[in-house]
T-cell receptor, first 116, second 111 residues
């Protein structure tokens, strides 16, 4: 199947700093990528849909100025958590759809963010 | 509002038995439904997709059913093994090309 990578896998930062997370589709082009957040023992919550060459679509309740998404190319989307606070600590996962397939999503390995 | 609920948070079964997981949804009219497996600290992995006009889909020891009248999907793992222990998630597509996930069921297969 298709491969999606994420970087970094873990990050620890101080409160007030910004953190950038990269999501790459390694062997296919993805016009659409998705960003999820997952708290311990909970399901994935969709944050936003990242569209190549246009603005991201955010889910209700997700602050677009807080979580900046840039989909600069067909293989790269980035999520920047700006002015991070301890409540932003979570597991962030991206996914991409390979439209050559059957509409399944391929997920990255996730990024564990801890804000001190 | 739209909801996707999975039967129980945790399910424990004996090795060799069949595990049955449930996914119920409201206020969706999905063309298809997907099941994923997630191991701790990792991203989900796609398992199966079933379309609205398909009653049942099989893949090795996995079987999925889809009842659009009941708004329910059942996910079965036959001859379960300890390696099947994981969290299983169902997912439905929204109106804007995005997916929404169910609450998840943590399955533990006891040797």
């Amino acid at each position: 199947g298709a491969v999606v990578s994420q970087h970094p896998s873990r990050v620890i930062c101080k409160s007030g700093t910004s953190v950038k997370i990269e999501c790459r589709s390694l062997d296919f082009q993805a016009t659409t990528m998705f960003w999820y957040r997952q708290f311990p023992k909970q399901s994935l919550m969709l944050m936003a849909t990242s569209n190549e060459g246009s603005k991201a679509t955010y889910e209700q309740g997700v602050e677009k100025d807080k979580f900046l998404i840039n989909h600069a190319s067909l293989t790269l989307s980035t999520l920047t958590v700006t002015s991070a606070h301890p409540e932003d600590s979570s597991f962030y996962i991206c996914s991409a759809r390979d439209l050559r397939g059957i509409n399944e999503q391929f997920f990255g390995p996730g990024t564990r963010l801890t804000v001190l | 509002s739209q909801k996707i609920e999975q039967n129980s948070e945790a399910l424990n079964i004996q090795e060799g038995k069949t595990a049955t997981l449930t996914c119920n949804y409201t206020n969706y009219s999905p063309a298809y439904l997907q099941w994923y497996r997630q191991d701790p600290g990792r991203g989900p992995v796609f398992l199966l997709l079933i379309r609205e006009n398909e009653k049942e889909k099989r893949k090795e020891r996995l079987k999925v059913t889809f009842d659009t009248t009941l708004k329910q999907s059942l996910f079965h793992i036959t001859a379960s093994q300890p390696a099947d222990s994981a969290t299983y998630l169902c997912a439905l597509e929204g109106t804007g090309n995005q997916f929404y996930f169910g609450t998840g069921t943590s399955l533990t297969v006891i040797p």
